[in-house]
């Protein structure tokens, strides 16, 4: 079931105004638009891009 706006920031923990411009500078998870401008996630997306946007809590000496 696709995602809304909403429930991503809630799965993300950052304000809406983050996740607007993460999404105006390319760095948010991939969205779909629908006719009438609904904005909708794919969870697998989601899923996928907070994985790629983990920071390495790995120390390298």
């Known amino acids: 079931m696709p995602l809304t706006k909403a429930d991503v920031l809630m799965m993300v923990g950052v304000s809406k ?3 607007d411009r993460w999404t105006r500078e ?3 998870p991939t969205r779909y638009v629908l006719p009438g401008g609904s904005v909708r996630y794919r969870p697998e997306d989601v899923a996928a891009w907070q994985e790629a946007s983990r920071i390495s809590s790995k120390v390298v000496r």
């Open 17 to 19: 105004a983050t996740l």
């Open 26 to 28: 390319g760095l948010g």
